[in-house]
T-cell receptor
Framework: KNEVEQSPQNLTAQEGEFITINCSYSVGISALHWLQQHPGGGIVSLFMLSSGKKKHGRLIATINIQEKHSSLHITASHPRDSAVYICAVSSDQFYFGTGTSLTVIP | DADVTQTPRNRITKTGKRIMLECSQTKGHDRMYWYRQDPGLGLRLIYYSFDVKDINKGEISDGYSVSRQAQAKFSLSLESAIPNQTALYFC???????????FGPGTRLTVL
């Protein structure tokens, strides 16, 4: 059973497009995390949120606790946004989605 | 300098060999984690440690052991490596509870 489900698994976009990645979870959580993994393999934390919305540059993360759903939006996408985006939730421990592989074409 | 470091970054070994992966952190965090990542499966927790004297198994601990030598160091051992342990291994830290995690650069392990 997967505590965290992401969609889509793969996404290709043209530069400049608005992108949405979705995450649903089935456990009670203390926080939801969005992570970014570049082709070199390193993982960085983009957001940690437990309610509402957070914005950092062109990235926006939202969460709906009642619906157990979060979205990651990228505005004005750029080729350097190409990466795998991973949704994770923290409760008693961390649970990770399988990731969304994003490719932004110039 | 990186806050979380892992050594080695790449390792190729043979079935049956004992392997140790090391993780060090300068963030001063109490909590440290070992994960493995396989294509299509996402990150899975192997072991985690809330402090030097508190070590816990994750969902896939069989075939692995760990040692928390100090607050800053957390090592993962494969006692007798097997090919299905070929994966990308990540160490991570967090400061408290299940707050934001900081990941090391990963170790790519290949078991032949």
């Amino acid at each position: 059973k997967n505590e965290v489900e992401q969609s889509p698994q793969n996404l290709t976009a043209q530069e400049g497009e608005f992108i949405t990645i979705n995450c649903s979870y089935s456990v009670g959580i203390s926080a939801l995390h969005w992570l970014q993994q570049h082709p070199g393999g390193g993982i960085v934390s983009l957001f940690m949120l437990s309610s509402g919305k957070k914005k950092h540059g062109r990235l926006i993360a939202t969460i709906n606790i009642q619906e157990k759903h979060s979205s990651l939006h990228i505005t004005a996408s750029h080729p350097r946004d190409s990466a795998v985006y991973i949704c994770a939730v923290s409760s008693d421990q961390f649970y990770f989605g399988t990731g969304t592989s994003l490719t932004v074409i110039p | 300098d990186a806050d979380v470091t892992q050594t080695p970054r790449n390792r190729i070994t043979k079935t049956g060999k004992r392997i140790m992966l090391e993780c060090s952190q300068t963030k001063g965090h109490d909590r440290m984690y070992w994960y493995r990542q396989d294509p299509g499966l996402g990150l899975r927790l192997i072991y985690y440690s809330f402090d030097v004297k508190d070590i816990n198994k994750g969902e896939i601990s069989d075939g692995y052991s760990v040692s928390r030598q100090a607050q800053a160091k957390f090592s993962l051992s494969l006692e007798s490596a097997i090919p299905n342990q070929t994966a990308l291994y990540f160490c991570a830290t967090s400061d408290r509870g299940v707050g934001r995690q900081f990941f090391g650069p990963g170790t790519r392990l290949t078991v032949l």
